[in-house]
């Protein structure tokens, strides 16, 4: 007689079968595989925990498990990760939103808070998945929000969430490098808040990381230059002229580029106030600077 697997019996034996293999969250990692396979929310497994799973079910979790014990992420396998509360489809052409990321999109939210900006200017480069531009949009209703990326494939996917989010009509999406996408802005308005999680590995250290990350993330999204910090210098660069006085940067850093990001933002005459946040862990997180009142000479 063959051994009856039950829902419970397969998320221990998947969380254990993690665990062994050092997959990061092994419990978490396992629910959110059968929950896919199953089409339910997480919580429904424990509901369901005695159901005999049949064997097409088996047969689709031996196949993520095994992939995933190979450190393909979760996130990619089953197609989406939460962020700031909000589910975000992913695909391979774009980076996986971490939640340390949410330290950025606090910050701005605070800032809109405190200034009472009812209907900011946001630009987001670099945007990825739009994890970034959702979750503004949905937590602040009248934010206009302009949002690019230099992958055309990563627009597709920002513009799946924003579509399945409802948020389509509140952000305008452009391809290209960096403030060349903003060529074609009709509104030329000057920006609130220009925010940013670019490239920030640098170079020789992309090919030290996790198999995870080195394997099956895009390096497009992971490659910052010689010291990590190429893309934020060409940033601030050319960001003053897109910004109105007072306006609030905020980028994504390693949490071992304080010091250079601190410097790099004081050679910027019409950028002051540059700090760095740091993220639930108490890691720097988050290069943060205003631009002067009176902007660049």
């Known amino acids: 007689m063959s051994e009856t697997w039950t829902l419970g019996k397969v998320l221990d034996w998947t969380a254990n079968h993690f665990a062994r293999r050092g997959i990061d ?25 005695r159901r005999p799973m049949i064997e097409s079910e088996l047969t689709n979790v031996r196949s993520l498990v095994k992939r995933a014990a190979d450190h393909e992420p979760i996130a990619y396998l089953v197609g989406s990760t939460s962020f700031y509360g909000i589910d975000i ?10 939640s340390d990321t949410e330290t950025l999109v606090e910050a701005a939210l605070t800032h809109i808070r405190l200034n009472n900006l009812t209907s900011p200017r946001v630009l987001e480069l670099c945007t990825g998945s739009g994890c970034i531009s959702a979750a503004i949009a949905k937590q602040c209703k009248g934010a206009e929000i302009v949002a690019t990326d230099i992958s055309l494939p990563a627009i597709d996917v920002t513009r799946d969430n924003l579509t ?36 920030y590995i ?22 910052g230059g010689g010291d990590g910090l190429d893309p934020h210098r060409r940033i601030l660069a050319g960001a003053d002229r897109w910004l109105s006085p007072g306006a609030l940067v905020l980028m994504e850093i390693a949490f071992d580029q304080e010091e250079k990001a601190i410097w790099i933002a004081h050679q910027h005459e019409s950028f002051e106030r540059a700090s760095v946040l740091r993220d639930l862990g108490k890691r720097p997180r988050v290069l943060s600077l205003v631009r002067t009142q009176a902007g660049a000479a």
């Open 25 to 49: 969250a092994p419990r978490l990692s396992a629910e959110m595989i059968l929950a896919h396979v199953l089409g339910v929310p997480r919580i429904r497994l424990y509901t369901d925990l």
């Open 89 to 98: 489809r992913v695909t391979r052409d774009v980076l996986i939103p971490r």
């Open 164 to 199: 399945r989010l409802g948020l389509i009509d509140r952000v305008t999406l452009l391809t290209g490098d960096l403030f060349e996408a903003l060529d074609s802005l009709v509104d030329r308005r000057p920006f609130d808040l220009l925010l940013a999680n670019p490239p």
């Open 202 to 223: 640098a170079t020789d250290v992309v090919k030290t990381l996790d198999r995870s990350v080195k394997d099956y993330e895009p390096h497009l999204a992971l490659d």
